[in-house]
């Protein structure tokens, strides 16, 4: 039962397949990181809108 463990898991270290999962999750973060940074951004230039806009409007 081991020895087929090891060999199972020496096959998949070999396959294209672990290679391929593994640059899918490496694509995977990096479009995190990128959708963290944009809605950072975004989220602050929208917070600065709010403000200006809520600072023109008088109060009652």
């Known amino acids: 039962m081991k020895n087929m463990l090891l060999k199972k ?6 396959s294209e397949e672990g290679a391929t999962a593994t640059e899918y999750a490496v694509m995977l973060a ?8 944009a809605i950072t951004l975004l989220g602050n230039r929208v917070e600065q809108t709010f403000n200006n806009i809520a600072t023109r409007i008088p109060n009652s």
Do not use: K
């Open 30 to 37: 990096l479009i995190i990181i990128v959708a963290i940074g």
């Open 9 to 14: 898991m020496r096959e998949l270290v070999r």
